[in-house]
């Protein structure tokens, strides 16, 4: 199941504090080291955008690289934000998804 959620960030928050937040509760559900690229996990959280911050380190790429190229984001993020335009893209989040072909169902 993919799904996509917006928050407020709390006073303070910084986009490497969320990231750490979301990657205990990955672990807390039983995500253990990645062993081959791209396997199943139990639990997935990407950081996709975080307001208008850009990140460009190892540990975090914001907003994430390919949010423009995957359905299976653009798609339940055009239900909650479709006038969203992420940090680097010239269209909202309506129009990057219009932009791919109708078979186009993801991209890794």
Same mark, same amino acid.
């Given at each position: 199941?993919? *799904?996509?959620?917006?928050? *407020?960030?709390? *006073?303070?928050?910084?986009? &490497?504090?969320? @990231?750490?937040?979301?990657? *205990? @509760? /990955?672990?807390? $559900?039983?995500?253990?080291?990645?062993?081959? #690229?791209? &396997?199943?996990?139990?639990?997935?959280?990407? @950081?996709?955008?975080?307001?208008k911050e850009k990140r460009a380190s190892k540990e975090l790429v914001l907003p =994430?690289?390919? !949010? =423009?190229?995957?359905? $299976? !984001? %653009?798609?339940? %993020?055009?239900?909650? +934000?479709?006038?969203? !335009? @992420?940090?680097?893209?010239?269209?909202? !989040? +309506? &129009?990057? #998804? +219009? /932009? %791919?072909?109708?078979?186009?169902?993801?991209?890794?």
């Amino acid at each position: 199941m993919n *799904a996509v959620i917006g928050l *407020a960030a709390q *006073a303070g928050e910084t986009p &490497e504090s969320l @990231l750490a937040k979301l990657q *205990a @509760l /990955e672990k807390e $559900f039983g995500r253990g080291r990645k062993k081959t #690229l791209n &396997e199943p996990r139990p639990l997935d959280l990407d @950081l996709i955008a975080f307001g208008k911050e850009k990140r460009a380190s190892k540990e975090l790429v914001l907003p =994430h690289p390919r !949010v =423009h190229k995957r359905r $299976f !984001v %653009l798609q339940p %993020l055009s239900e909650i +934000a479709p006038e969203l !335009v @992420l940090p680097g893209q010239s269209g909202s !989040v +309506a &129009e990057l #998804l +219009a /932009e %791919l072909a109708p078979d186009d169902i993801c991209q890794i």
